[in-house]
């Protein structure tokens, strides 16, 4: 399973941006979603999350009441709306994912099985 992550770009301190992750090959069915990210000299660190039916998410404390998690199943679409964005969320973000039951919300990376090749967001002070 492939993921596709896409939405990056350059935004103002204060601006807002949407990712998306679509999966090639497979459906997201029955897979705990999540995204993470990473900045240079440092590892991948969780951001949010959300169950197979979208009933249960997580989100870091340094994201919490900025970042929205979402997911279409119909569409395939796993979304982070991102709020407020300030320079400090500056990083390559990638979505991944992991088959799991309806609570299944992971946090540490190594509990990811699929990847995508992750995209860039920039926040500019």
């Known amino acids: 399973v492939q993921l596709q992550a896409s939405g990056g770009g350059l935004v103002q301190a204060g601006g807002s941006l949407t990712l998306s992750c679509v999966p090639s090959?497979?459906?997201?069915?029955?897979?705990?979603v999540g995204w993470l990210r990473q900045t240079p000299g440092k590892g991948r660190e969780f951001v949010a999350n959300i169950s197979w039916r979208g009933g249960f998410t997580q989100y870091a404390d340094s994201v919490k009441g900025r970042f929205t998690i979402s997911r279409d199943n119909a569409r395939n679409t796993v979304s982070l709306q991102m709020n407020s964005l300030k320079p400090e969320d500056t990083a390559i973000y990638y979505c991944?994912?992991?088959?799991?039951?309806?609570?299944?919300?992971?946090?540490?990376?190594?509990?990811?099985?699929?990847w995508g090749q992750g995209t860039l967001v920039t926040v500019s002070s």
């Open positions: 991944a994912a992991v088959p799991g039951g309806f609570d299944y919300t992971p946090t540490r990376p190594g509990d990811y099985t699929y």
């Open positions: 090959g497979r459906a997201f069915s029955g897979a705990a």
